[in-house]
Every structure is written in structure tokens, then in C-alpha cells.
């Protein structure tokens, strides 16, 4: 089993910074391909950004230069740092991960870029 749980979303401005935490649990944290998801109201959930167990890293060319994923295996951590954050970049935020081919989610945490 592996529980994930997040931390960090809340409301912010336009062009405004956030860094989202999603801590998961587990001893083989470092052999878990790790994602970031997002759905708003009336659209479908998409994919933001992925990072492998190498730590090879992709992005949704809606975020790509403005977002960053990363990893901590010593803390069992994966981040998503958001900057020059726009309106349309506000959903729940879902964590991801990938463990011996199943799926598992975190509760999803709100995001809101607003004036």
C-alpha cells in the first residue's frame, strides 16, 4: 500500500509563486515514477508534469517554463514549484504515483490563482 499526501496549495496572484509537496510513503520511494495532475471545473483531469525513478522529467506545454517537478528520496518527497502562475492554472492538484503497475492518488489539494 502507498499513501500519499499533499501539502501547499491555497490562493495566490496572478504571476504569484507556489510550491506544492506531496509526501508518500514506502521503503522503495526512489523506484517510484512520480506525477502531478490537475483537474478544473467542467474539464477533464490532464497531466502536468511526470518524473521518473531516474529523475527524467516531462511537462504539459501549458507549464513548461513556468513549472518545475522534482524529487527528495531522502524524504520520500515529490515537489511541483509553480511560478508566474496564471488563472487558468487553477484546479486541485492530484500527486501521482506509479508502484508495480497500479496506481495511486492523493486526496488533491486546491489551487487558485485569483485577484
Known amino acids: 500500500q502507498v499513501q500519499l499526501v499533499e501539502s501547499g496549495g491555497g490562493l495566490v496572484q496572478p504571476g504569484g509563486s507556489l510550491r506544492l509537496s506531496c509526501a508518500a510513503s514506502?521503503?522503495?520511494?526512489?523506484?517510484?515514477?512520480m506525477a502531478w495532475y490537475r483537474q478544473a471545473p467542467g474539464k477533464q483531469r490532464e497531466l502536468v508534469a511526470r518524473?521518473?525513478?531516474?529523475?527524467?522529467?516531462m511537462y504539459a506545454d501549458s507549464v513548461k517554463g513556468r513549472f518545475t517537478i522534482s524529487r527528495d528520496n531522502a524524504k520520500n518527497t515529490v515537489y511541483l514549484q509553480m511560478n508566474s502562475l496564471k488563472p487558468e492554472d487553477t484546479a486541485v492538484y492530484y500527486c501521482?504515483?506509479?508502484?508495480?503497475?497500479?496506481?495511486?492518488w492523493g486526496q488533491g489539494t486546491q489551487v487558485t490563482v485569483s485577484s
Open positions: 501521482n504515483a506509479v508502484v508495480s503497475a497500479r496506481d495511486y
Open positions: 514506502g521503503r522503495f520511494f526512489r523506484n517510484y515514477a
Open positions: 518524473i521518473t525513478s531516474s529523475s527524467s522529467t
